[in-house]
């Protein structure tokens, strides 16, 4: 606790505590002087023949003197209480210390009263010892004021009584001498009083200075005290997480690089909680909020010794250890986290919640090239699945390089035109008819080669590109739907791509529907394809997606039937087709559960008036397959491959167009 500053009645408080201390010290110092001098008093009394009185005296003198020692070493509250505590709640042991004073001064009365009996040895200064006793009594006074210093009232308690009683008798022998000394005494104790008030307030001074001087380095210790618990408070919070305790990402990165610089061999892992979200959604941000403080509880517990963990944000944790020091392997600990994380959580149902990892279990220069790759490989386990690990490797290394370079070169490729927009057709049921294209997007880059869609919107996505890439797109897609429409082709629409990134940074409404009406081509001419993915947050892109539909676009969900969407928000999002995944149509002809799957699809789209598109059509039996059991709308390899506007502008020349019952058999048109 910090003390109060030494002000008023607390500094009064130590003062006189002060003054006890030193009243005590002096008494103990002065009694063996006062013992010394009753017996030599005592003695004299004795060869002068007063033996019984002068041994009465003294033995009254050492039974006062005994008193006073037993009352100097008597416990003192006040005296065993730390002056800061003394300041703070010392009422009680402050009254003590007023008790034990008034106890001194009441006993030094006694001790002087006894003294003032010392002319009764030489029958009232009548003998010849009267100038012994007299200079005895001039000097136990003189001595008592000298040790008194601290407290004025002790020793004018003892002087006054002795001195008294010499006046007295001086005055009672009478004579011009005795009477002028006994004013000389007189005057003698009026000094003694005066220089023992005048030391009481140079020592109440001299210990005020000191206990202010005392109390101010107190204060300024308890404020450095303060300042330091503040600031390591304050490092605490700016490196650690508050609701897990464990290192926030400021903490992570700072610990990480200085274990970097102490040349460890770091091996970094990256964990992300699996259906957290919907841990959120359905429970509750306050149950969320506990699952993350156990997970990271559980992760504390079956971590190594000396392995730095953190929670780098939302779902998201972190791993860093020296190699050199854990004997367990990388993937082995991967795989015992994720079996710690998958246990069972009180506050739902088991299975709910998983944990994807990358490691990057490499030593590297940099952090940031460590975190860089053991975000790869955690890209790599949550592409897999749930509760899935992956162990950066070189794979995963010429991958990033990849995604690297196209970030980097991605603007470019943009402003020099670089990047191309290629359309694949979709058939009809007899397989020859096209009903209407598909965009897609391709970059060969320099190095690599051909860039994946996926990999391109990702690396658009990084470099801030995203809007640029989906106008490049729409841009190419407006001219091929202007060449078709300068060539009759009214019944083919062209459908782009619109990926979970761009429904939900860019607003794609108002840049779709900006650059039709800017060009005067109708929204019928135009279809939108969204991924399951888009479909997770529906209240994200769901206004988007109904303000092209008003407009008239037609939507696609693509990639129907690899586990995102559901019935609710195919209705919800008003889409117009369904595309089955290739995952479900390559090789349907052996699959016998495909084809129940295919078939639940094609009759769920005829119960709803949907379209339904098979892509991944590659062989003549899938497509025989497809046709036998109804499929309105095909697309693969086998019927068409992806090709260059100009290539597939030619193509469609040599095809008939579609009949219009044909095109629109499942929405009665």
């Known amino acids: 606790m910090r003390p109060r500053p030494s002000t008023g009645p607390h500094l009064d408080r130590q003062i006189r505590r002060d003054q006890l201390d030193a009243v005590r010290a002096s008494v103990q110092q002065a009694l063996p002087i006062n013992m010394l001098l009753g017996l030599a008093s005592f003695l004299v009394a004795l060869n002068s023949g007063y033996g019984a009185v002068g041994g009465l005296w003294f033995a009254a003198s050492m039974a006062v003197n005994l008193l006073r020692l037993g009352l100097c070493r008597a416990p003192c509250a006040g005296l065993a209480m730390p002056p800061d505590e003394l300041t703070i709640s010392g009422e009680a042991a402050a009254r003590s210390i007023d008790r034990h004073l008034r106890l001194a001064c009441l006993v030094a009365l006694l001790s002087g009263s006894v003294w003032a009996f010392l002319p009764v040895l030489s029958d009232g200064y009548t003998t010849a010892q009267t100038l012994f006793y007299l200079t005895i009594t001039c000097g136990i006074t003189a001595g008592a004021v000298t040790h008194g210093i601290a407290y004025a009232r002790i020793p004018i308690c003892f002087i006054t009584p002795p001195l008294l009683s010499a006046t007295v008798c001086l005055i009672a022998v009478g004579g011009f001498d005795r009477d002028c000394l006994a004013a000389a005494v007189l005057l003698y104790l009026a000094a003694l009083i005066r220089s023992t ?231 009809g049921q007899d397989g020859r008819s096209v009903t209407n294209l598909e965009a897609l997007v391709r970059w060969h880059h320099p190095v690599h080669g051909w860039v994946p869609p996926g990999d391109l919107i990702a690396a658009a996505a990084m470099a801030g590109l995203t809007e640029s890439l989906l106008r490049f797109i729409l841009e190419q897609v407006c001219g091929m739907v202007c060449a078709l429409r300068d060539r009759g082709r009214h019944d083919l629409s062209v459908a782009m791509n619109v990926s979970p990134r761009e429904m939900a940074q860019v607003a794609v409404d108002e840049i779709v529907l900006g650059r039709l009406r800017l060009l005067g081509l109708p929204a019928t001419a135009l279809e939108i394809e969204i991924t399951e993915e888009t479909a997770l947050d529906i209240e994200a892109v769901q206004g988007k997606l ?81 046709q036998a059991m109804g499929c309105p709308f095909m697309q693969g390899y086998h019927l068409a491959r992806p090709q260059p506007a100009g290539d597939v502008l030619r193509f469609l020349d040599a095809r008939p167009p579609a009949s219009i019952p044909e095109r629109f058999q499942l929405r009665g048109a």
């Not at 117009?576 to 699959?591: Q, Y």
């Not at 495909?594 to 094609?602: I, S, Y």
């Open 197 to 427: 008030i005048a030391t009481e307030r140079g020592f109440r001074e001299t210990s005020r200075l000191k206990n202010e001087a005392t109390a101010l380095a107190e204060a300024r210790k308890a404020a450095h005290a303060s300042a330091s618990a503040l600031a390591e408070e304050m490092r605490q919070r700016a490196t650690h997480d508050g609701l897990t305790g464990l290192l926030n990402r400021a903490g992570f990165v700072q610990r990480a690089e200085e274990r970097l610089a102490a040349g460890e061999a770091l091996c970094l892992m990256l964990l992300d909680l699996d259906g957290f979200k919907s841990v959120n959604d359905v429970y509750g941000h306050t149950t969320g909020d506990r699952v993350l403080a156990e997970v990271a509880r559980r992760l504390r517990t079956a971590l190594p010794a000396g392995c730095d963990a953190a929670r780098l944000g939302g779902d998201e944790f972190a791993l860093a250890y020296d190699t050199a020091r854990v004997v367990e392997s990388p993937a082995a600990l991967a795989d015992r986290l994720i079996r710690t994380v998958a246990e069972p959580f009180e506050s739902f149902d088991t299975g709910r919640l998983g944990m994807s990892i990358g490691i990057c279990p490499h030593p590297a220069d940099s952090l940031t090239h460590l975190l860089s790759c053991a975000d790869e490989a955690l890209y790599a386990a949550k592409h897999s699945g749930r509760n899935h690990f992956r162990l950066f490797d070189e794979g995963l290394r010429v991958r990033l390089e990849m995604r690297r370079d196209c970030e980097r070169d991605l603007s470019l490729a943009l402003t020099e035109g670089e990047l191309e927009v290629w359309f694949q057709p979709i058939f």
């Open 546 to 626: 109904l303000a092209l539909s008003r407009a008239g676009i037609r939507m696609a969900l693509d990639d129907f039937g690899t586990g995102y969407s559901s019935l609710a928000s195919v209705r919800q999002l008003r889409a117009d087709r369904v595309k089955i995944d290739r995952s479900l149509v390559t090789g349907l002809t052996e699959a016998e559960d495909k084809r129940g799957l295919v078939q639940a699809v094609l009759g769920l789209g005829r119960a709803l008036g949907l379209e339904v598109v098979a892509e991944g059509v590659e062989t003549a039996d899938d497509l025989a397959t497809l």
